[in-house]
């Protein structure tokens, strides 16, 4: 997925998993008039040695551990030039695997859940530094976000903020720095993306006591508010890549 616009600044997206791409988020920061270098490390596409000629980094999800290097060989590189857009405030937005990376690498943990997998629609509450901030200052108080995790973030790294939580898995959404971010939840999937998923990991899915049909139904049916929050959001990052890039300000296309 790329831009036409070949002087837009580019965002580099690290997609882990063929079923795992930039989705809505994508479109949404296509919107705001940012290119998508979008590099399938899972393919085997090298990932650059540094984010130079980049204005942003856009980690997405993955089945694998944040660790597990053995079965993602790429991850050493993803961790870092995390560290590096964290240092040099390239705004970085890592979803759910992405997440936990961001998490990990700056001296954070992640772990296994022991009450299994958290997946379908959820609540989230937003937390007292949400009302300032930047890209989910705007997400309202019992948003629903869709999700799809066996890991989940277990202590933050020094100096993030936490920014959102819920009821089954406290760390929804932090900022680590003053322009990286990382969430839990996926808010670049629609219904068909978790269709697939729920295709794929459904046996396991049930047998930690869960329900794949009920979670594809639950993300079906809210599809329309899940477009327009994490829409707003993701269009919401765009913006402070812009903005970090130097770019005139783009029109905004969220709510």
Same mark, same amino acid.
Not at 51 to 57: S, Y
Not at 114 to 134: C, F, I, N, S, W
Not at 173 to 201: I, K, L
């Given at each position: 997925?790329?831009?036409?616009?070949?002087? $837009?600044?580019?965002?580099?997206?690290?997609?882990?998993?063929?079923?795992?791409?930039?989705?809505?988020?994508?479109?949404?920061?296509?919107?705001?008039?940012?290119? !998508?270098?979008?590099?399938?490390?899972?393919?085997?596409?090298?990932?650059?040695?540094? !984010?130079?000629?980049?204005?942003?980094?856009?980690?997405?999800?993955? #089945? #694998?551990?944040?660790?597990?290097?053995?079965?993602?060989?790429?991850?050493?590189?993803?961790?870092? !030039?995390?560290?590096?857009?964290?240092?040099?405030?390239?705004?970085?937005?890592?979803?759910?695997? @992405?997440?936990?990376?961001?998490?990990? *690498?700056?001296?954070?943990?992640? +772990?296994?859940?022991?009450?299994?997998?958290?997946?379908?629609?959820?609540?989230?509450?937003?937390?007292?530094?949400? +009302?300032?901030?930047?890209?989910?200052?705007?997400?309202?108080?019992?948003?629903?976000?869709?999700?799809?995790?066996?890991?989940?973030?277990?202590? !933050?790294?020094?100096?993030?903020?936490? /920014?959102?939580? @819920?009821?089954?898995?406290?760390?929804?959404?932090?900022? $680590?720095?003053? +322009? *990286?971010?990382?969430?839990?939840?996926?808010? =670049?999937?629609?219904?068909?993306?978790?269709? =697939?998923?729920?295709? @794929?990991? @459904?046996?396991?899915?049930?047998?930690?006591?869960?329900?794949?049909?009920?979670?594809?139904?639950?993300?079906?049916?809210?599809?329309?508010? /899940?477009?327009?929050?994490?829409? #707003?959001? *993701? =269009?919401?990052?765009?913006?402070?890549?812009? $903005?970090?890039?130097?770019? +005139?300000?783009?029109?905004?296309?969220?709510?």
């Amino acid at each position: 997925m790329r831009s036409e616009v070949g002087t $837009a600044p580019a965002v580099l997206v690290v997609e882990h998993e063929q079923e795992a791409g930039p989705g809505l988020v994508g479109e949404h920061l296509l919107h705001t008039g940012l290119r !998508l270098d979008v590099v399938r490390a899972w393919r085997g596409e090298a990932l650059p040695r540094s !984010l130079r000629g980049h204005a942003g980094l856009l980690v997405l999800g993955g #089945a #694998a551990n944040c660790e597990d290097d053995l079965a993602a060989p790429w991850l050493p590189r993803v961790r870092a !030039l995390v560290r590096e857009a964290v240092a040099d405030e390239v705004p970085l937005l890592g979803i759910c695997l @992405g997440g936990q990376i961001l998490a990990h *690498a700056l001296g954070g943990s992640v +772990t296994r859940r022991p009450q299994g997998p958290e997946v379908g629609v959820v609540p989230l509450r937003r937390l007292p530094a949400a +009302t300032t901030d930047p890209v989910l200052g705007g997400v309202p108080d019992g948003a629903l976000a869709a999700q799809w995790h066996w890991d989940e973030i277990d202590r !933050l790294p020094p100096g993030a903020v936490p /920014l959102l939580t @819920g009821d089954d898995c406290p760390v929804q959404a932090f900022r $680590a720095g003053s +322009t *990286a971010w990382g969430v839990q939840f996926h808010p =670049e999937v629609d219904a068909d993306t978790v269709a =697939e998923w729920a295709a @794929g990991d @459904g046996d396991d899915v049930r047998a930690a006591g869960g329900s794949p049909e009920a979670a594809v139904a639950s993300v079906r049916h809210a599809e329309p508010a /899940l477009r327009t929050v994490w829409g #707003a959001v *993701a =269009e919401a990052w765009g913006t402070v890549v812009r $903005a970090r890039a130097g770019a +005139t300000p783009a029109r905004r296309h969220g709510y």
